[in-house]
């Protein structure tokens, strides 16, 4: 069964750099693509990015100066990277399988971030 | 980018029909594919896909649920609705990049 987990810290200062861990197990990260979601406070959803199996990457044009998604594919795990957060980057973070680049199927169960001082 | 919208709130009896919608700024089918998706989301969890491409069940989804549509509008029915279905149940689209989600619309008892 594909199976993914977030981790990385749940506080994060303003103006500094946010980074997630996405784990997957039950699947090869070399197969599919590989997206960044985050749910703000209010329930608005928003899609960051994705990661293809050959390591090509997809940002969000509102996030593209501040994002970067990388892979360990030795270790079956993908990164994100936010920098200069804001209080406004305030969400729970979801990583999920993203295959055709088409929609969501497997999805971790997300980590919150807050940024503040 | 494409804007999704949805009915912030729809209240329902137990046993009775669900019919969520989701309208797009414009259209996201390609010739009869139809590019829209519908997830489930309870308090504290991840979301869970239902429906892909508008009317495709996704896998181990109870067949009381199904989607319809095409072009702008779209809906997913819960027939009949159980206790285990109240949530948020949120469209997203994959016409156009970035892929876009609907603002919600949270299902409530009567």
């Known amino acids: 069964e594909v199976q993914l987990q977030e981790s990385g810290p749940g506080l994060v200062k303003p103006s500094q750099s946010l980074s997630l861990t996405c784990s997957v197990t039950g699947y090869s990260i070399t197969s599919n693509y590989w997206g960044w979601i985050r749910k703000f406070p209010g329930n608005k959803m928003e899609w960051m990015g994705y990661i293809s199996y050959s390591g090509s990457t997809s940002y969000n044009p509102s996030l593209k100066s501040r994002i970067s998604i990388t892979r360990d594919t030795s270790k079956n795990q993908f990164f994100l990277q936010l920098n200069s957060v804001t209080t406004e980057d305030t969400a729970t973070y979801y990583c999920?399988?993203?295959?055709?680049?088409?929609?969501?199927?497997?999805w971790g169960q997300g980590v919150m971030v807050t940024v503040s001082s | 980018d494409i804007v999704l919208t949805q009915s912030p709130v729809l209240a329902v009896s137990l046993g009775q029909r669900a019919t969520i919608s989701c309208r797009a700024s414009?259209?996201?089918?390609?010739?009869?594919?139809?590019?829209m998706h519908w997830y489930q989301q309870k308090p504290g969890q991840q979301p869970k896909l239902l429906i892909y491409?508008?009317?495709n069940l996704a896998s181990g989804i109870p067949a009381r649920f199904s989607g319809s549509g095409s072009g702008t509008d779209f809906t997913l029915t819960i027939d009949p609705v159980q206790a285990d279905d109240i949530a948020a149940y949120y469209c997203q689209q994959s016409r156009e990049s970035p892929p876009t989600f609907g603002a919600g619309t949270k299902l409530e008892l009567k």
């Open positions: 999920a399988r993203y295959p055709y680049r088409d929609y969501f199927d497997y």
């Open positions: 414009q259209s996201v089918s390609i010739s009869s594919i139809n590019l």
């Open positions: 491409r508008a009317s």
